[in-house]
Nanobody
Framework: QVQLAESGGGLVQPGGSLRLSCAASGRIFSVNTMDWYRQAPGKQRELVATITSSGITNYADFVKGRFTISRDNAKNTVYLQMNSLKPDDTAVYYC???????????????WGQGTQVTVSS
């Protein structure tokens, strides 16, 4: 009923840039906080950046100054602009959103399927 679909991953050289997108679709009443997480091979999933419905952002220390999270509330879409990419940024990036589905009674977390980002020369 509610789905998150990520796009924009790929292979990029160190120092390069990528822009990830995540669109929420389906029967949605309201979208609250939207986040990006990532998971590298053999590591736990970690929070990268968060943006509230009013546009307040927060970043993990390891991406501050390099990544920018933004959103388009009219499109229920969140973006992650990634600049100055490093090999350590290689991971599967997941979108997470707190969504109140139509006909529901509270906000619930929804996850996208993930998109691979590989930083390598």
């Amino acid at each position: 009923q509610v789905q998150l679909a990520e796009s924009g991953g790929g292979l990029v050289q160190p120092g390069g840039s990528l822009r990830l997108s995540c669109a929420a679709s389906g029967r949605i009443f309201s979208v609250n906080t939207m986040d990006w997480y990532r998971q590298a091979p053999g590591k736990q999933r970690e929070l990268v950046a968060t943006i509230t419905s009013s546009g307040i952002t927060n970043y993990a220390d390891f991406v501050k100054g390099r990544f920018t999270i933004s959103r388009d509330n009219a499109k229920n879409t969140v973006y992650l602009q990634m600049n100055s990419l490093k090999p350590d940024d290689t991971a599967v990036y997941y979108c997470n959103a707190s969504i109140w589905p139509s006909g529901g009674y509270r906000f619930r977390p929804y996850w996208g399927q993930g998109t691979q980002v590989t930083v390598s020369s």
